[in-house]
Nanobody
Framework: QVQLVESGGGLVQPGGSLRLSCVAS????????MDWYRQAPGKERELVAS???????NYADSVEGRFAISRDDAKNTVTLQMNSLGPEDTGVYYC??????????WGQGTQVIVSS
Protein backbone atom coordinates (compact mmCIF):
# COMPACT_ATOMS: atom_id res chain seq x y z
CA GLN A 1 0.00 0.00 0.00
CA VAL A 2 1.33 3.41 -1.00
CA GLN A 3 2.00 5.73 1.91
CA LEU A 4 2.25 9.50 1.75
CA VAL A 5 3.41 11.44 4.79
CA GLU A 6 3.22 15.23 4.87
CA SER A 7 5.16 17.48 7.19
CA GLY A 8 6.09 21.12 7.60
CA GLY A 9 2.80 22.70 8.57
CA GLY A 10 2.39 25.05 11.48
CA LEU A 11 1.52 28.54 12.61
CA VAL A 12 3.01 31.42 10.66
CA GLN A 13 2.42 35.16 10.63
CA PRO A 14 0.99 36.89 7.56
CA GLY A 15 3.72 37.52 5.05
CA GLY A 16 5.72 34.56 6.27
CA SER A 17 6.81 31.35 4.58
CA LEU A 18 6.47 27.64 5.10
CA ARG A 19 7.85 24.65 3.30
CA LEU A 20 5.72 21.52 3.14
CA SER A 21 7.11 18.12 2.29
CA CYS A 22 5.48 14.88 1.28
CA VAL A 23 7.42 11.64 1.30
CA ALA A 24 6.10 8.63 -0.56
CA SER A 25 6.90 5.02 0.18
CA UNK A 26 6.10 1.63 -1.31
CA UNK A 27 5.83 3.11 -4.78
CA UNK A 28 7.85 3.92 -7.87
CA UNK A 29 7.76 7.64 -7.23
CA UNK A 30 9.06 8.72 -10.63
CA UNK A 31 5.92 7.32 -12.26
CA UNK A 32 3.60 9.51 -10.23
CA UNK A 33 2.03 12.87 -10.87
CA MET A 34 1.93 14.73 -7.56
CA ASP A 35 -0.51 17.31 -6.26
CA TRP A 36 -0.94 19.55 -3.27
CA TYR A 37 -4.50 20.28 -2.20
CA ARG A 38 -5.81 22.33 0.66
CA GLN A 39 -9.07 22.50 2.54
CA ALA A 40 -10.02 25.59 4.45
CA PRO A 41 -12.55 25.40 7.28
CA GLY A 42 -16.04 25.12 5.86
CA LYS A 43 -14.82 24.92 2.28
CA GLU A 44 -14.24 22.22 -0.28
CA ARG A 45 -10.84 20.79 -0.91
CA GLU A 46 -9.10 22.63 -3.73
CA LEU A 47 -6.12 21.91 -5.92
CA VAL A 48 -3.21 24.22 -5.17
CA ALA A 49 -0.33 22.94 -7.26
CA SER A 50 0.68 19.98 -9.40
CA UNK A 51 3.85 18.55 -10.82
CA UNK A 52 3.77 15.73 -13.35
CA UNK A 53 6.19 12.85 -13.57
CA UNK A 54 7.93 14.74 -16.38
CA UNK A 55 8.25 17.89 -14.27
CA UNK A 56 5.49 20.09 -15.67
CA UNK A 57 4.03 22.39 -13.05
CA ASN A 58 0.65 24.05 -12.64
CA TYR A 59 -0.72 26.35 -9.98
CA ALA A 60 -4.05 27.68 -8.84
CA ASP A 61 -4.47 31.35 -9.70
CA SER A 62 -4.67 32.18 -6.01
CA VAL A 63 -1.12 30.95 -5.34
CA GLU A 64 0.62 31.67 -8.65
CA GLY A 65 3.84 33.57 -8.01
CA ARG A 66 3.82 32.82 -4.28
CA PHE A 67 4.00 29.02 -4.12
CA ALA A 68 6.46 26.70 -5.81
CA ILE A 69 6.11 22.95 -6.16
CA SER A 70 9.11 20.74 -6.75
CA ARG A 71 9.98 17.09 -6.68
CA ASP A 72 13.02 15.00 -5.92
CA ASP A 73 12.59 11.53 -7.37
CA ALA A 74 15.75 10.30 -5.68
CA LYS A 75 14.19 11.07 -2.30
CA ASN A 76 10.59 10.18 -3.19
CA THR A 77 9.64 13.67 -2.09
CA VAL A 78 7.48 16.50 -3.32
CA THR A 79 7.70 19.89 -1.65
CA LEU A 80 5.60 23.01 -1.63
CA GLN A 81 7.39 26.25 -0.86
CA MET A 82 4.84 28.81 0.27
CA ASN A 83 5.77 32.49 0.46
CA SER A 84 3.88 35.67 1.22
CA LEU A 85 1.31 33.71 3.15
CA GLY A 86 -1.99 35.29 4.06
CA PRO A 87 -4.93 34.26 6.23
CA GLU A 88 -6.64 32.93 3.10
CA ASP A 89 -3.95 30.26 2.88
CA THR A 90 -5.03 28.74 6.17
CA GLY A 91 -6.18 25.16 5.91
CA VAL A 92 -5.19 21.53 5.93
CA TYR A 93 -2.78 20.75 3.12
CA TYR A 94 -2.88 17.32 1.54
CA CYS A 95 -0.48 15.53 -0.73
CA UNK A 96 -1.96 13.40 -3.49
CA UNK A 97 -0.27 10.93 -5.78
CA UNK A 98 -1.75 9.94 -9.13
CA UNK A 99 -0.45 6.78 -10.70
CA UNK A 100 -1.16 4.54 -13.66
CA UNK A 101 -4.65 3.16 -14.26
CA UNK A 102 -6.19 6.14 -12.46
CA UNK A 103 -4.86 5.10 -9.09
CA UNK A 104 -4.88 7.85 -6.47
CA UNK A 105 -3.46 8.09 -2.99
CA TRP A 106 -3.76 10.71 -0.29
CA GLY A 107 -1.70 11.69 2.70
CA GLN A 108 -3.16 12.46 6.09
CA GLY A 109 -2.72 16.22 5.77
CA THR A 110 -0.75 18.89 7.58
CA GLN A 111 -2.30 21.97 9.17
CA VAL A 112 -1.26 25.46 8.10
CA ILE A 113 -2.47 28.43 10.09
CA VAL A 114 -1.66 31.95 8.99
CA SER A 115 -2.44 34.36 11.77
CA SER A 116 -0.93 37.19 13.73
Amino acid sequence: QVQLVESGGGLVQPGGSLRLSCVASRVIFSNLDMDWYRQAPGKERELVASVTSSGSRNYADSVEGRFAISRDDAKNTVTLQMNSLGPEDTGVYYCRARGPFRTSYWGQGTQVIVSS
